[in-house]
Nanobody, 112 residues
Framework: QVQLVESGGGLVPPGGSLRLSCVVS????????MYWYRQAPGKERELVAR????????NYADSVKGRFTIFRDNAKNSVYLQMNSLKPEDTAVYYC?????WGQGTQVTVSS
């Protein structure tokens, strides 16, 4: 059974940091590009970051460049999103995605 389980979300003040994790079971992620998306209330889901199957290539939305870092550990079948200098506009549910599979999401709230 394929599962993508995100964790690490929470409430953080502006300027704070969080690290999201996505643990995958049911297939080896080493063959797949991995993605982090987010969806804020009333908005469409947007791509935040992607990472190639080997981790050698990454891409980011302009809104998070320089603040977020995506990385992966294929041995642990996991992908991560390090988020620094968080802003209130980063508030959203964050999802990891691979191939046709999605996680259930983890809530990130940036507020003082």
């Amino acid at each position: 059974q394929v599962q993508l389980v995100e964790s690490g979300g929470g409430l953080v003040p502006p300027g704070g940091s969080l690290r999201l994790s996505c643990v995958v079971s049911g297939f080896p992620i080493s063959n797949y590009v991995m993605y982090w998306y987010r969806q804020a209330p009333g908005k469409e889901r947007e791509l935040v970051a992607r990472i190639s199957n080997t981790g050698g290539s990454t891409n980011y939305a302009d809104s998070v460049k320089g603040r977020f870092t995506i990385f992966r550990d294929n041995a642990k079948n996991s992908v991560y999103l390090q988020m620094n200098s968080l802003k209130p506009e980063d508030t959203a549910v964050y999802y990891c995605q691979a191939f046709v599979y999605w996680g259930q999401g983890t809530q990130v709230t940036v507020s003082s």
